[in-house]
């Protein structure tokens, strides 16, 4: 179980940013460049870790 929860973690959570990012692109969101700066940072974060060469798989 401890192994199966950052894997769901790494493929909901940019698929629930991108979702959010696309709906406040939508609706034109007063607050789109400050969701757009958080959502890549984070994005970012999880890609850089799982295409990294260098991780510890136990």
Request: hydrophobic share 60%; net charge positive; proline share 5%.
């Amino acid at each position: 179980m401890n192994k199966r929860i950052a894997p769901m973690l790494a493929l909901m959570l940019p698929a629930a940013l991108l979702i959010m990012v696309s709906m406040a692109a939508m609706f034109e969101s007063p607050y789109f460049s400050e969701l757009l700066a958080f959502s890549s940072a984070i994005i970012g974060s999880v890609a850089g870790f799982y295409f990294s060469s260098n991780r510890n798989i136990s």
